[in-house]
């Protein structure tokens, strides 16, 4: 092998990438250890990372920030489309991958780096979306993923670092933890198990409030603007203020069963409240907005753009048209949502907006019609039974 042959890591501080470092190093390369930061991270954090990049043997250290362009890009359609995950997960660590996966192939180009790493093992998701991005826009690069060629444990990467110095505290060895602006996923024995819950250690921040505390959440064509008075002129600004609030009371935290991109059944913990809250805020402010018919098909087409993006296929032009498709369907999706904060769970009060549909002049529910008159009721479900009553009168209903 080439003694000087570069290569680019995909970085991110965890037991995963940390082995690689060194393997690699190893091996014979020149690391560039490359960190796509979508957010969760502190700035100590930040600076810890390349204190130990540069600690395992690391020739080179970068952190690329692509957080605005995540949530311009992805986020902001998760939030049009309500997009949860088997009615769960609000896809954390899966729509990040393609970003970092775009933001590392160009860094491979821009410095002629013709070698590619990542951490990901052969049994998990990770290792479809980074491949599938690289193999579709630069199948020249080659990819190097050292746990997965050589399956390795995660107690055999903890006796290979321990072997050459390279220590981990115990938190870091039971748990895999991956922090992004959209939610922390959470991984240890506890998931690889059918019954076992994560204990409260696990999550990487704790409970500190218990008070119930009134929030309000506002909407611009379906893009949160404000928490409570306060404006936020970026919306990565807001969701990490609103991290850091539901984060204190442990909202958000929940376990995602589902069938992995190979075929596997797979659970993942995961800590996403910010996400969580905002979902549910926006989806009530939709059934008060928008029509019956424009709420069904567009959760239709929001459940396969997030099974889409799930999948690694990010890449795919249909998802660029569902986009569109979301977008318009924001245009009245402006108001304010109430919700109460409570230890590990939020409730949802109601919403203010001047495009609400439920106008008491047009009748209300179960109480009064004011649109129409008894007699004009009973004619409508005299037509609507119409067609059923003909087919009936031929195929005569059977009991058992």
Same mark, same amino acid.
């Given at each position: ?46 600076? *810890? ?76 998701? *990770? ?86 505390? *009134? ?160 007699? *004009? ?24």
């Amino acid at each position: 092998m080439n003694q000087s042959k570069e290569i680019t890591l995909a970085y991110s501080g965890g037991l995963d990438t940390s082995f690689c470092i060194p393997y690699l190093l190893e091996k014979g390369y020149i690391i560039h250890a490359v960190c796509i930061n979508t957010g969760g991270f502190s700035a100590e954090e930040l600076k *810890d990372m390349e204190a130990r990049a540069h600690e395992l043997g690391a020739s080179h250290y970068t952190c690329i920030n692509v957080e605005e362009e995540y949530f311009e890009k992805c986020i902001k359609y998760l939030i049009f489309g309500n997009i949860l995950k088997n009615n769960t997960y609000p896809l954390s660590v899966s729509s990040e991958r393609p970003f970092q996966a775009l933001a590392l192939l160009q860094y491979c180009l821009e410095h002629n780096i013709s070698t590619f790493a990542h951490g990901s093992t052969g049994a998990g998701n *990770d290792q479809i979306r980074f491949d599938v991005i690289f193999k579709t826009l630069a199948p020249e690069i080659e990819i190097i993923t050292p746990i997965r060629d050589n399956e390795l444990s995660r107690q055999a990467e903890l006796d290979f670092l321990a072997e050459r110095g390279f220590a981990w505290d115990a938190v870091q060895k039971t748990y895999s933890v991956n922090q992004g602006i959209w939610g922390t996923s959470v991984g240890g024995k506890e998931t690889l198990t059918s019954h076992l819950p994560l204990p409260e250690a696990a999550y990487p921040k704790q409970v500190s409030l218990t008070e119930t505390q *009134d929030l309000s959440i506002h909407f611009e064509n379906g893009i949160p603007t404000k928490i409570n008075d306060t404006v936020y002129e970026k919306p990565i600004d807001l969701i990490k203020e609103l991290t850091a609030l539901t984060d204190a009371y442990g909202i958000g935290r929940d376990i995602h069963v589902g069938d992995t991109i190979i075929g596997i059944k797979g659970r993942v913990g995961f800590a996403a409240g910010a996400p969580l809250v905002l979902i549910k805020t926006h989806e009530l402010l939709e059934k008060h907005t928008l029509t019956k018919w424009q709420i069904h098909w567009k959760k239709q087409l929001a459940d396969w753009y997030g099974a889409e993006l799930h999948e690694g296929k990010y890449l795919d032009p249909l998802l660029r048209n569902i986009e569109n498709f979301l977008t318009d369907m924001q245009e009245n999706v402006t108001g304010t949502v109430f919700l109460q904060l409570h230890p590990y769970r939020f409730t949802l009060s109601g919403i203010e907006s001047k495009n609400d549909l439920m106008q008491a002049e047009f009748g209300s529910y179960g109480e009064e019609n004011k649109a129409w008159t008894g007699q *004009d009721a009973k004619g409508f479900t005299n037509i609507m039974s119409n067609a059923n009553k003909i087919y009936y009168s031929i195929h005569k209903p059977t009991t058992k």
